[in-house]
């Protein structure tokens, strides 16, 4: 990579220069990054008709809806809180608390 591609590369969020390295490289199938499944995700979550527009675009790079669904299983849903909320209430207390903001 030249000098160019690197500098933007280092401005893009972890994600995207994981779709792009995944682009280029002409991969399909395989494991999936951490921050790649993560953005898959979310992106899903907040619009399935956004993430297979992406999806598309990519020319199917990202993981596909059977995959995320997959993702989904692992989380404990038993009645009650789960473990996960906690673990996201407790980052998010963090980040409150890092910022100097108020937490009520």
Known sequence: MDERNLSLQNQLPKPITEVIERYLKDKKRG???????????????????????VREVFEYKLPCINS?????????????????????????????????????
């Open 68 to 104: 995320l669904k997959n993702y989904y299983t692992v989380v404990d849903c038993r009645p009650g809180f789960t473990n996960e909320s906690f673990e996201a209430l407790k980052l998010i207390a963090k980040e409150i608390l890092a910022n100097q903001r108020k937490l009520l």
């Open 31 to 53: 494991e999936y990054p951490l921050a790649l499944r993560k953005f898959a995700l979310t992106l899903s979550f907040y619009s399935l008709p956004a993430y297979e527009y």
